[in-house]
């Protein structure tokens, strides 16, 4: 199996490659794709120095020659040039002003449904041919306004839900995904492949999903903007699930800005997940997200410190002393800090095991995934039961066996949401709403603040929003993040907050790929 792959995955290039000569060569862009934002590159098609297929092609190349180390891209879109091709068409044709992200390159993790020649496999080849029915909502969205499906990027396999020893960034069918900055550290994950496809430049903006943890985590290790929007603000519909009562898709890009461009396209209801989409529409606010990109955001909010569970650094590391700074800079900026407070029953809602969140979503994975694979128009596999017996078929040659499944074989002895699963929930519920939902209102909070993803679990299991964004960079140069959070629709006051950090600070670096990177000499 992993030699078919490989061949099958080298041949997806090889395609692409064929498929750009074909196009006629325009002439060489003097832009500057490093770091390249959605605005700049906007500013670029506008006075003609830039194209759409040019940008295309920017990244298709790029990708062929980082992604056999970094491995954050499982397939690229055969007709993304011709996606391309038809953007700047339009502009061409109707010069008028367009969506921020038409014609701009866009990778999805690979649990994101596409109806196209792309294949939607959460990283495994068991689900390899199947074919989705249609569009997700937020691919729907997507194309709608133009942009350009780059491809699939990888992840965490099954968004890290197959097996407990699993590292996360693997999946089996792209192997290992590597932080850029670190080849030693974790690129943490489940939405490893986009936060390291937008770290190292390999997409302009790129999409992931949180269950718990997955977008903001990986976001924060990579050094990159990550958006956890609150449950159901994003359309669910023809996304590989682990947890509907959880599971969110939202943005990693390289500034709160292309993130927030990226919420707006994808924000909003979607028939195919109605209950969710429409309960939370009432937060979208009219204009859009972007009217909260303020530079001066940071005037007047209240947020709160949480230490105790979560800043947990020892006092000399470069981490603590760095938080120091930022907190007094966004106190010069007029932000209002009230520090140490707590989260009532913050070590149970951290315990996975101890809040119910395990029990309940090791139960929920089992009837999303079955209802998920029978909405598929065809699949190798139709039910958990059928994914467990692929994996133990195909055992020696996927490192099933080094890995194992147990947290599939557990979700499948689970028998749907009965009396103890909905008692977990209602524990949750109850954590949520004497914890968070109590602290915030009693202090007339904005926003929390925590480092890197720990408050992940707490964001999780009530639906709440999150945006990680980077904030310094350790001894030997690995990111780490700032992670603002706060209740159900906070997404405008998280956003001017984000922004007027991201804006002061200044912090992203793309990596160098010199430390710790061996890559350098095969560039
Ligand atoms: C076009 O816009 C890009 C992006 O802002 C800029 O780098 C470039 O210098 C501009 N070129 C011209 C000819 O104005
Ligand atoms: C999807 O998977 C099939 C089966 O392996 C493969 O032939 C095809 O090339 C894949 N699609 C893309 C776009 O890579
Ligand atoms: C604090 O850090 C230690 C050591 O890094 C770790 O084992 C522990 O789980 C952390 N505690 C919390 C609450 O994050
Ligand atoms: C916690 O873990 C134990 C043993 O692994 C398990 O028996 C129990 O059901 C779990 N509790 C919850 C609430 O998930
Ligand atoms: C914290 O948890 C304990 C026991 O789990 C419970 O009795 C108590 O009500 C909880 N406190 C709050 C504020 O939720």
Known sequence: MPSHHLHSFSSAFTLVTLFSLSFPLSTHSSFDFNEATVDSIQEAFKNRSLTSVQLVRHYLSRINNLNPRLRAVIEVNPDALAQAVKADLERERYPYDRNRLHGIPILLKDNIGTADKLNTTAGSFALLGSVVSRDSGVVRRLRKVGAVILGKASMSEWAHFRSETAPNGWCARSGQGINPYAASASPCGSSSGPAIAAAANLATVTLGTETDGSIICPAAVNSVVGIKPTVGLTSRSMVIPVSPRQDTIGPICRTVRDAVYVLDAIAGYDVYDSKATKEAAKYIPKGGYRRFLNFDGL????????????????????????????????????????????????????????????????????????????????????????????????????????????VFLASESTDGINSIVRYAISNMAQLSSKGIEALMREKQLDAIVTPDATVSSILGIGGYPGISLPAGYDEIGVPFGICFGGLKGYEPRLIEIAYAFEQATKVRKPPSFKDNFQIVSDL
């Not at 909010?301 to 007094?328: C, D, P, T, W, Y």
């Not at 010069?332 to 149970?348: E, F, P, R």
């Open 299 to 406: 005037r007047g909010k209240r947020i709160g410190i949480l230490r105790e569970g979560f800043f947990n650094f020892s006092s000399n590391s470069v981490q603590a002393k760095i938080f120091e700074q930022h907190f007094s800079l966004m106190r010069k900026k007029g932000a209002i800090l009230m520090d140490n407070l707590q989260i009532a029953n913050t070590s149970v809602i951290l315990d996975y095991n101890q809040s119910g969140e395990e029990l309940a979503v090791v139960a929920e994975f089992k009837v999303a995934l079955n209802n998920y694979l029978s909405q598929l128009t065809s699949s190798p596999v139709r039910s958990l039961a059928d994914v467990i017996s692929f994996n133990e078929k195909h055992k020696k040659e996927e490192k099933i066996k080094e890995y194992g499944q147990l």
